[in-house]
T-cell receptor, first 112, second 112 residues
Framework: SQTIHQWPATLVQPVGSPLSLECTVE??????LYWYRQAAGRGLQLLFY??????ISSEVPQNLSASRPQDRQFILSSKKLLLSDSGFYLC???????????FGPGTRLTVT | DQQVKQNSPSLSVQEGRISILNCDYT??????FLWYKKYPAEGPTFLIS?????DKNEDGRFTVFLNKSAKHLSLHIVPSQPGDSAVYFC???????????FGAGTTVTVRA
């Protein structure tokens, strides 16, 4: 069966510090991978998605970047965090041609 | 531009009664629709989906209805249970689309 891992579960970082969130998927090959953010009391905002190694599509211009160094690894990064980067970050995977996306447990990021 | 809309931010229902969640979409190219359930501080979990070639799909206590002409779908939960208290997201996708378009969510509270 497929499993998705995200870490860390919670993170408190000062403004201006770097960020690296990691997501890995097990039990599937060539998945589509996604990063979402949910701000407090808001819906799900798609940040990045990837259909293959090294292929990244950005949905919104912002202070974040994503990379996919391996087939089942997706990394969300920032060089300098802003207060507005606080939120709940979710990684998801999908196995084409199926439509369903499956989400990880999330990372709660608080920028102070 | 919000292509998937959940116009009711919240719903309160008594335990044992039916919960009806509504969702409208504007993009006529959408042909697959999904519902997700989300508890606080957790990733969304996939509940049920429906293809545009159908008008109903049932899975246990959950039934999704699709009205293509009205661009409307609904999720029925019968009977509602305390564990159903969560945020429910409606999502949609079109053929060859890598992404899901999510609604803003409806918070369901099941009262004892």
């Amino acid at each position: 069966s497929q499993t998705i891992h995200q870490w860390p579960a919670t993170l408190v970082q000062p403004v201006g510090s770097p960020l690296s969130l990691e997501c890995t998927v097990e039990g599937t090959s060539n998945p589509n991978l996604y990063w979402y953010r949910q701000a407090a009391g808001r819906g799900l905002q798609l940040l990045f998605y990837s259909v293959g190694i090294g292929q990244i599509s950005s949905e919104v211009p912002q202070n974040l970047s994503a990379s996919r160094p391996q087939d089942r690894q997706f990394i969300l990064s920032s060089k300098k965090l802003l207060l507005s980067d606080s939120g709940f970050y979710l990684c998801a995977w999908r196995s084409p041609p199926l439509y369903e996306q499956y989400f990880g447990p999330g990372t709660r990021l608080t920028v102070t | 531009d919000q292509q998937v809309k959940q116009n009711s931010p919240s719903l309160s229902v008594q335990e044992g009664r039916i919960s009806i969640l509504n969702c409208d979409y504007t993009n006529s190219m959408f042909d697959y629709f999904l519902w997700y359930k989300k508890y606080p501080a957790e990733g969304p979990t996939f509940l049920i989906s429906i293809s545009s070639i159908k008008d109903k799909n049932e899975d246990g206590r959950f039934t999704v209805f699709l009205n293509k002409s009205a661009k409307h779908l609904s999720l029925h939960i019968v009977p509602s249970q305390p564990g159903d208290s969560a945020v429910y997201f409606c999502a949609a996708s079109g053929s060859n689309d890598y992404k899901l378009s999510f609604g803003a969510g409806t918070t369901v509270t099941v009262r004892a």
